[in-house]
């Protein structure tokens, strides 16, 4: 049955952060996992479905390619990681034959569902998936700044001593060095943030516009503590995946396809994105301020440059 059928390719940290997270959370109802260490997609399956007395039923199972065919969404995670020292950016030559591998295999499956990209660096992963797949750009999807944002969130959460959820925040543009934060649509309860200060003398205004640095270095420090990051961006994929097999239609800022909006054409770069049943149902064209609008322009060039010299 397609409906709510997840298949994963790469079940490395990220990958089985992911598996994990969509079993906790009762995500779809079958979960198959592709990895070329078998004994250890094998015994993942198994570990997960362990779990499942305690969740909500579900089939776990190492699977194949040819297990594509039928599935709602293929989530990628595989490919060299992110190593201390190294940008995200890095990684494209290491990653593209991997990539025209994979997708080449899962298009060979006769899959048509939505293709959900986390590897790194995810904005150019996202688009070569695309170009190899040939799939309508709408059911090819990269986690984007989905991460980024939910950090910048926490961030900001932790300053001013409130939930996370109750602050409504992105960040846009590259998965990397080149992002920026949305400073002038963050807000708490719809009070615009810098209102917020106003009437919170206690928040240094310096602290705040730290909390995005922050989350820009948030990966560079975590691997260099842990070697790898992958609770948060296993979490992020869980939640895009239920948006989808749920039909949501809620927002992340994911890596999307442009075609105008933004002033921008044929590229893959984080923006707020309506998800649901179709993948990317609209993208939503925030008014930025002068100076994000040259960030934007600046983080798409910075991606636009790799593309034109990969592809």
Request: aromatic share 10%; glycine share 10%; charged share 25%.
């Amino acid at each position: 049955m397609k409906d709510s059928k997840i298949i994963l390719i790469g079940d490395g940290a990220v990958g089985s952060s992911f598996a994990y997270a969509s079993t906790i959370l009762g995500i779809g109802r079958e979960l198959g996992i592709i990895d070329i260490n078998e004994d250890k997609a094998y015994g993942d399956a198994m570990d997960l479905s362990d779990a499942l007395s305690f969740s909500k039923p579900k089939s776990i199972y190492k699977a194949d390619y040819k297990d594509c065919k039928d599935a709602e969404v293929v989530v990628i995670t595989a490919g060299i990681p992110q190593k201390d020292g190294e940008t995200r950016l890095d990684l494209v030559e290491k990653n593209l034959s991997i990539f025209k591998d994979m997708v080449g295999k899962v298009v060979e499956s006769g899959f048509d569902g939505i293709f959900l990209v986390a590897s790194n660096p995810v904005d150019i992963l996202t688009y070569a998936t695309w170009k190899f797949s040939g799939f309508p750009a709408n059911k090819v999807i990269g986690t984007g700044t989905t991460l980024d944002s939910s950090r910048f969130k926490k961030e900001i959460a932790q300053l001013i001593g409130i939930d996370p959820r109750s602050v409504d925040a992105f960040v846009l543009g590259e998965h990397g060095d080149s992002e920026f934060a949305v400073w002038s649509h963050t807000n708490i309860g719809g009070l615009p943030i810098y209102e917020w200060v106003k009437a919170n003398s206690e928040v240094d205004e310096l602290a705040l516009l730290d909390t995005f640095e922050k989350t820009k270095n948030a990966a560079y420090e975590i691997i260099k503590k842990k070697g790898a990051t992958f609770y948060g961006i296993g979490m992020a994929l869980a939640r895009i995946v239920e948006s989808i097999i749920n039909d949501e239609n809620s927002v992340f800022s994911t890596s999307s396809y442009l075609d105008g909006e933004y002033g921008l054409k044929d590229i893959y770069i984080g923006v707020p994105t309506v998800i649901g049943k179709d993948g990317v149902k609209w993208v939503i064209e925030v008014p930025l301020t002068d100076t994000e609008n040259e960030r934007m322009q600046k983080s798409a060039q910075t991606l636009k440059n790799i593309i034109d010299k990969s592809f």
